[in-house]
């Protein structure tokens, strides 16, 4: 026949023959019984770990949130140092609106009454002097309160200390005045989530929760896991802390929001969790300036146009809500790699075995190097 | 030959022969032919899907950001209740600066002049009272506004309430002070992002972009999707809201700046897609507080040195600038391991189509039996 | 014998016969050599850049973080145009506290004793006037400062401008208060981490330092790498930026805290990695506003009860606390992954080499090709 015709039969064949390995079947149960088995615990994990355990068939996302809370409650202090005052939120919040966290002043020291001048400053092994001569004018010691004006003044009957240029009188951090009530605030934190790549959101609020239950409800792990009203108290102790001890050097509070969602249609609500950690670390080893604590001021200015400010140091608890999760959604992509990846073991089981393969009773390994045929010649026949 | 020489030979053998199954070849059109577009699936599902769609060949990094806002525009509120007032950004941006959002006071209830006293509570069903007998001295309601003092007092000629001690006069919320013109301001939003992982760095003011355009542009979709300057009522509206109604109750509203690029060189541009939505819900439904207030206070001192104080319950829309986004580049692992997965289905079309494989014509299968010779036996001869 | 048992005999076959397809070795050293050369390099791929260099057999979370700031310093301003002032915490911390980021207050224009009044607007193309006539009641130009009266009042003896409803006196931004000590200013930063996915919690106070190390370190990248102080002049410049340069205009700088780590047991220490760029662009091509500033105002209540403000205008730094990483830990399903994907190309190799497989010399191809026997009728012999 004319040589293009053979040709064309020839790419026939190559391109629509179907092509299958001549198989040799040893009838070895042991061997037979090995490789089952192997094949056995391959498609287990695939089935078992892969998709039920890690849900690795899913595409994932991470979430994008959303928070506003409200405290709600007053307080009344009257210790023997500071005259009595009633505090309501726009005392104790500050700043009065931030977005992710909030906080509650729950102890402070005040130093009323400050002006720009000169005073003495507070005893210490680098402040105290004889005369002038121990002062240089103009030198700022850090760990001070103001720039030296080269004076030595009496502080008191005893001492005699460097003077300052300062805010004066300097805070005396002696007279504290703590908000006892703070433990009973409630705060009502609004939460809502996005999956940008799923277009999916969602609110802490959940749909089925009617107003008047909101009203009334109060945060419980067991009896109202889902009211998003919480008592300050009943967070800490949530965290494994004690609201009296933590309100007097105060410290941070995280408020974890866990989203992460399975949202296959299979899956049912996706739902928030709730759980309460304290984030700085209170132990008394290797801690410098524990708690939590900031200064602010609130200026005055007299009928002569002196400013004055009363300088507040502030010791309270600052809640973090910290919003995290994924979500999972099945996507072709991830399920092909982690079943071909499996199924490549499964195919390199069968292959394998009998070359780096497991090891099998010898017999039966004798077996298969008998049908190896060392001499390629002899295959020629 | 010599015993050493023999296994010397033996090892060569089986370090460096190529060994290759011995196939068998069925001319079957129907069998080649479900074969060959079972392969074409695969290499499609590879490079159309996984590719192209996926991009499963990248190494991916999420964005991180940094954002400055700077709020432009006055206003002037005349009501009834409220003596005329003109208002700049330092009075209506609180607090005046923070970082990944920005809040406008739209509406406010404030009442001057507070004072640390005394006065009867506002009446409702558990503040009413007809003698000193209905209050509890020390009793503080989370409902109420203070501390009960015990007494009993007139609250107008028609009521009778307990009294507290409070922040005196208390407030009441009815005459709201509404800055209409808070739709007309302006807000700049310089945002940079990095993706660390792959060193790369990107403004949303774009190289491009010269600086009058900057100076006289605002943002629309249409003619200036990259002008970083944006209207207040137009970040409203394009969320599917209308300003005047957000104003009164106050709400959070989303300015979402998608960062998500493929940074691959063949991509070209990495640029940022804006994009709006309020964030809270307005839904009367199941909703507690609905929109967003917080209350704050201007601290004063009268000449005497009693500290009175503005309390403003201050109403408005907090914008939140939420930058996301995930970056992806080409890297050697996803590829080798999509890729690899995808094979791995390839051969395994191969290799067991006839075994476990898809149903083929009984004839082909036949074929393929008659080859399995049952009898291992046979094969030694 | 019975139908039955031989059936039952054929599936004990098909069950738990091992199959071992028939292998044929050609003693090519060329074609044996690139085999296993092939081989080799899927394995060194495998074991080198995927376990080694990209860790891919792990699994990874990413962190959550709480960061609190603690600034110190103070500083003395006596410039021609201010009064001398003493600046500490509580004056140049704006807003007192916030959680990723504090800003520092390095220059200003204050604009004091400002009250609600008319006053001409500053001179400008759009605001100067002959007379009435140019100006329109009730107009109020987004660049100027006030909503205008309609009178044309004279600014100075030269110049004529349009009156404005505003706070008055209007800023003149000329008279610079810089706070020059600022780049001495030190700041303590605590921050802990938290990987949820591997309930891994860790602060950047390492447990091995102790409270007096503490109390006189600062962080230097050589010999204090692990100090939480951080002086602001030793940021910017490790940021490459000039502080004093800076100071005038403002910034924002990044403090960037990588806590990407490695958890496996074997990997050792997880510590932070402290790292400083400047966030915004400060080239002066196609920049609108350069550096920041925000305006803020302090109120005070004249004895008439006439409210006045001081209105400052505030350069500064803020620092952004960034906080990333990805932590990584040994898991099954990512290692199979990729070991399956690499492995599906081992076994490639072998299979397809003499099909579609790398070129080798003709004389190999062609023994292979002489196994294949093309016409199918010779194997049923």
């Known amino acids: 026949m004319s040589k293009s015709a053979g040709c064309c039969k020839r790419f026939l064949h190559y391109a629509f023959d179907y092509e299958t390995p001549k198989t040799l079947v040893i009838p070895s149960l042991g061997v037979g019984f090995v490789f089952r088995f192997t094949q056995f615990l391959v498609v287990m994990y695939v089935v078992g770990y892969v998709c039920v355990v890690q849900k690795a068939y899913q595409d994932t996302d991470t979430v994008i949130s959303t928070v506003t809370t409200k405290v709600k409650g007053f307080a009344f202090t009257n210790t023997s140092d500071t005259e009595p005052r009633f505090w309501d939120v726009a005392d104790y919040i500050i700043p009065p609106q931030s977005d992710h966290s909030f906080f509650v002043l729950t102890n402070m020291v005040v130093t009323p009454k400050q002006v720009q001048s000169h005073c003495p400053e507070l005893p210490s092994p680098s402040t105290t002097c004889v005369d002038d001569c121990n002062c240089v004018e103009g030198r700022s010691d850090p760990r001070g309160n103001g720039i030296q004006t080269g004076l030595c003044e009496n502080y008191s009957t005893t001492a005699r200390t460097c003077e300052v240029l300062s805010w004066c009188p300097l805070e005396i951090d002696t007279k504290h005045a703590l908000l006892v009530a703070a433990e009973n605030f409630t705060v009502l934190i609004k939460n809502s989530i996005t999956y940008p790549k799923f277009n999916f959101h969602r609110r802490n609020i959940l ?175």
Chains 1, 2, 3 share one sequence.
């Not at 080893?285 to 602010?296: D, K, L, M, S, T």
């Not at 999972?328 to 070359?355: D, H, K």
């Open 207 to 381: 749909p089925h929760v009617n107003s008047s239950y909101l009203k009334r409800c109060e945060f419980s792990r067991l009896t109202d896991p889902h009211c998003p009203i919480f008592r300050l108290k009943h967070i800490v102790s949530e965290a494994g802390e004690d609201f009296q001890d933590m309100a007097v050097k105060g410290g941070v509070l995280g408020i974890l929001i866990d989203w992460s969602c399975d949202l296959d249609w299979w899956a049912g609500e996706c739902l928030p969790k709730y759980s309460f950690r304290r984030l700085d670390n209170k132990h008394p080893v290797n801690n410098v300036a524990p708690g939590y604590n900031f200064r602010f001021a609130k200026y005055y200015k007299a009928a002569d146009g002196e400013e004055t400010r009363t300088l507040i140091k502030a010791y309270g608890i600052r809640f973090d809500v910290i919003v995290f999760g994924t979500a999972g959604r099945f996507s072709i992509v991830p399920t092909i790699v982690n079943l071909g990846a499996a199924l490549s073991f499964l195919s390199l089981v069968r292959r394998e075995m009998c070359q780096w393969g497991p090891p099998m009773e010898p017999s039966s390994r004798n077996n298969i190097f008998l049908q190896r045929n060392w001499n390629p010649h002899e295959t020629r026949r």
